[in-house]
Every structure is written in C-alpha cells, then in structure tokens.
C-alpha cells in the first residue's frame, strides 16, 4: 500500500488539473471544455461569454498565457512568485516545522461554601463540595500528522467545575490533547511575557484601594483567593472580644500548602521540559506539558472540633502555564539533497506514489514532502523531498538553511545531481561572490583608487572554459559544502548520488564519465582526510532519467541495501548498549550483595 504523508502546503502547485480541481473526473471535464473553447478561439467562429478571460488577459487559473492565449505551463504562475518571494523574504522562518506555543493547564474548580438545610434542621452541617482539578495540556505523538500548522498559538486546557451544595464535587476539566509529529522535538523557553514583581502586585493593590477604597480592594484580593459566605467579612472585622478567629487560622493552614506547592512547582520546572517526540516513540504515547490547577477545598475541609460551621472555602488553583518551542525534524529513510531544478521533486514522484510540485524554475517545493517507496516485499523506505540548496544556504542565502534539519534525521543522504547542467563557468551567487573579506583588505590596499577586486576578476577570465571543469561536481561539492556548514560531519552518513536527467544524451555521457572521475577522486580524499571517523563506505553513482523513470529500480535497490545496513547497525549498536545497561545493572547489584554479606558477617562477629 502507498502512504504518503505530505504538509497541506505542499501540495498547493500542482499540475494545474490537480490543484483546481479535487477530482480527475472534474479535471477531465475542464480540460475537455476548455480545448472545445481554445479550438473556437482559434477558428473565431463563436463569439461566446465564456472566454473573458483570455479577451481580458485576466486568466482565471493564475497561470501566465503565451501569446496565442493558452497556459504557459513552462512560466511561474501568477501570484505563486508573491509566495515564494514571502519565503525566501522570510529565510525559512514561516516554514510550518517550527512554532512556538503557550499552553497553560486549567484552573481548578472553586470549593462550594453550602450547609445542610432541612425542616426541623436549623443548623445543619457544612455540605459544600470541593473543586473539579482543571484540564492538562497534553501532547500526543501522532504518526498521522506530518507538520505543526495544527499546532495553535495558545493551548488552553477547560478549568474544573465548581463544588456544589449537598457535598457535590466538581469534575475535572477534559484534558486538552494536542497531537503532534513523529520528530518533534519540543522545548521549554522563557515566557516572553514580564512577570510581575512583589513590588509591582503591592503597587497594584495601593491603585486599587485608592480607586475602590481600602478594605474594599483587601476583599478583592482575597476572594482570589477564597470563597467567602455572605456577610462573612463583617462579621470578621466586628468579631466580639475573646472570640477566635477561626478564618485567620484557616488561611495559615492555606498559606503553608500553597508554599509547600509553590515550593513543588519550582523544584518541576528547574529544568527546563526538553521532549524528543522520535522513531523510537510509539504511536499514541501522551506527554503532559500543562499541568491543570487543583480543585479547591468546600467548607467541610475546615471543619474542626471548635468551629463546627466554617463560612469559607478556597478557590481552585491556577494550572501551569509554559512557552514551549516545537521544531519539526521530519524522520526519513533517506534525505533528497540537490540544487534547486535538479530534479528531487520528479525522482520522489517517480519512486513513489508522493505528488510534489515540479516546476522548471527554482524553489518550487517550498516545504519538506516525505514519499514512500514500497517493494514488492511490502518493505517500505521513507524518502524526504526537500527544497534546493543553493551556494550560500549556510549563510541563509535562498530559502536559508532551516529546512535542512529534514535531513539531519535521514539515515541516508541521497544527492540530487543535475548531470546535463553545462555553464562553464562557475555560477556566481549574490550575497556569497560578490564580496569576501580578502576582497576587503585588497581594496584598502590599493592606492590609486581602482578596486583591486575588479582587477583580481580580469584577471582570471570567467568564461575560461577548463577542460577538467564539471558543472555538475561543483554542484555536488557545493551540496557537500553546505551540508558541512550546517552540520560539521553530515556528509560522513551513506550516502549515494543520482545523476538526474541522463536523457539529455547531448551532454550527460560527456558529463558523466568526468563526474564520476572527479567524484571518485575527491571521495578518496576526503576518506583519508578523515580516516578516523569516516565509514569506510564508496559512494555510488546511478545514472537516472527521472522524468522518464529509467534506471529507477537501480537506485530503489541500492538505497533499500544502504538503508537496511544501517538499520542493521543501529539496532545491534541498541543491542549492545542494553547488554551493557544490563550488565552493569547486574555487577551493581552483585556488589551490592557482596556488601550486604560482608556487614552482616562482621556483625554476627
Ligand atoms: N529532461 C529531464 N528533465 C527532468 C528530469 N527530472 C526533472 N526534470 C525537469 O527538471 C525540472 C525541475 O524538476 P523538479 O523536480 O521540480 O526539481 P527540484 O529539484 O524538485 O526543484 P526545486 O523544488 O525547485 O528545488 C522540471 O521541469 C522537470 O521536468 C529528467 O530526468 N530529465
Ligand atoms: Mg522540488
């Protein structure tokens, strides 16, 4: 069975059959009647109502018009460069694999204040129900979401329901489940918001009871607090000489639990939640980030031997409030690594049953797309499309390097190389060629005023074609770059390289043969640069057309052989991490017993 898991996002430019209209059937339909419409514009024999917009030049489905007014499927549809101007604008900030939320846990039930009323009762015991707890924010790992637009800004859990008369407790509030990504890693940061100080609450309340008088603004504060019986605070303030105060009593007894919480709820979030949602979590398993408020207390909770009808009860506490960051790293068999226009998008499509964008302009995937390659076996590998890299990603230079945490998590990286691409020369990247430091210090230097940097570029001429010049293995060299600049000894994963579009056969044999000599060269290079630490692995180049889907099954079968031996380790590098755990556990517990045995022999002495 074919899975895919794609953002909303991305699935957003399509064929234009296949993002205006839900259904082939209706697709069809338009197409059909949009030829009949186009064939008698073409003849002019009817002058219908139905081609404004090509009368107009406004064309309803967003897609440019060559000049004899049909589609330019070729061209960047209307309004999609806006998109992709906002994003690279944006350098990967407004990707939907990171976003921040406030949860907060809800405030617990208040405590009911209530007595027993019955004929021939006058007086009847406190029956006041205690508080419901309120809801907690939970997070769920889910393998059914695939991004974070989900997630909201706030995440607020229901509060608990109130106490009631006849001893009836509040229920809890429901708890708020918030399901979130396979790879999600979320974490604590400090609230953007500026806490109050003691002296900013006691500036607060000298406001108030100039506004509302003082014993008036003393009541507010305290019925924060509690929950007062009517006429209680009078009776309070004209209590007769020699009576105890019992309420005073009650509120010490409430000051030393609210500390003693207090005092819990600092020691919980001294270490800031760091929650690491990976391939080892199991579908389904919940995470509390919020915890809910208690309930509070009815009256019957300060019933003593002396005060046998307390008037008070408490309010329900606040629930746990957190700022929580949540990043997104898409878990991947194998990571699609190319220049933008490579091809990625077309080789996911052709290996998978996914449906990303294709386009030939660059950044036409705008967000990470994951496919799923079936084999025959039912064996499945889960391939991550993201979008291209340019020169200077590290430098937040294109769409940034944001997204590249997609395939910090593959287990493979699979690069994506254009083999018919022929410049010549080497393409210039603004913002990265334009200016360097060493430029800087030569034009300081030089003293009649012409910029050295220009005449370093005269210099050396540009469109000096070399002979041992590869477009394509200076696209692979700045893809290796990159990735090290992300990530120092990223590049050191399995990984194997697709020569894309080996249809052009002008060029990509030609191409090719150097390809591979200067790839195989500059591997070795690098695997005694780092001898250490590399993996003794060659890297394998496939020739594939993927418009065409030749030579598919060839890298399907090497990437599945890559894959599996990479699982194999990892899971005998786990085998052998809990055999050790074990042993370790054992030898403790060995000495342990030694001890134990040693003590109790000198004591029998
Ligand atoms: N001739 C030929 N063209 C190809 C092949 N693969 C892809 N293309 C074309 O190359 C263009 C770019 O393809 P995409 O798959 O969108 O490239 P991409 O790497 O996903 O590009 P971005 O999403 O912008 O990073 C499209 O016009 C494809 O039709 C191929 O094997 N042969
Ligand atoms: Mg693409």
Known sequence: MHRVMTPCTAQRWHHPAKTLFRTQAHA???????????????????DNDNNTSTEDNTPVDGW????????????????????????????????????????????????CVSFHREKFVAFGQPNGGNGGRGGNVIFEASANETSLQHIPHTGSAPRGVHGKGSLMHGHAGKDLIIKVPMGTIIREVPSPEKEKSAEDEDEDLFHKSLELGETEAKDKEMSKRWVLYPRLANSLTALPEGKVNYFEEAQAWVAEEDRIVEARRAAMSKKPLLLDVNEHTEDGTQFMVGRG?????????????????????????????????????TIADAGLVGLPNAGKSTFLQAVSNAHPAIAPYPFTTLNPYIGTVDYSDSYQVKVADIPGLIRGAHMNIGLGHSFLRHVERSKVLVYVIDIAAEFGIKRRVKGVDDWTPEEDLEQEETKDGESASLKSSQDEDPNAVNAEYSQP??????????????????????????????????????????????????????????????DDHDIQIVPVSAKYKKNIVK???????????????????????????????????????????????????
């Open 28 to 46: 069809r339909t338009f197409n059909s009647l949009s030829l009949i419409t186009r064939a008698q514009d073409n003849t002019g024999s009817l």
């Open 555 to 605: 890298v399907t079968s090497i990437l599945r052989e890559i894959v599996e031996t990479e699982k194999a380790k990892e899971s005998a590098a786990a085998a052998r991490k809990e055999q050790r755990e074990r042993e370790e556990e054992e030898e403790a517990l060995a000495f342990k017993a030694t001890r134990r045995n040693i003590m109790n022999n000198s004591s029998n002495e």
């Open 64 to 111: 440019q018009r060559t000049a004899d007014g049909l589609p330019d499927y070729t061209a960047e549809p209307r309004g999609r460069a806006k998109g992709v101007e906002w994003k690279l604008r944006a350098k990967g900030r407004n990707f939907v694999d990171f976003c921040r939320i406030k949860v907060s846990g809800g405030q617990g039930g208040d405590g």
């Open 293 to 329: 408020g208690g309930g509070g207390y009815g009256n019957p909770h300060f019933l003593t031997t002396q005060n046998r009808a307390p008037k008070y009860a408490t309010r329900g506490r606040e629930g746990q409030t957190r700022w929580l960051t949540l990043e997104l790293k």
């Open 473 to 534: 293995f200076e696209d692979w060299k700045t893809l290796l770059d990159e990735l090290e600049a992300y990530q120092p000894g990223l590049t050191r994963r399995p990984s194997m390289i697709i020569a894309n579009k080996a249809d052009v056969t002008e060029v990509a044999p030609k191409n090719l043969k150097l390809f591979q000599k200067l790839v195989h060269d500059e591997w070795a290079k690098r695997r005694v640069a780092n001898s250490s630490t590399t």
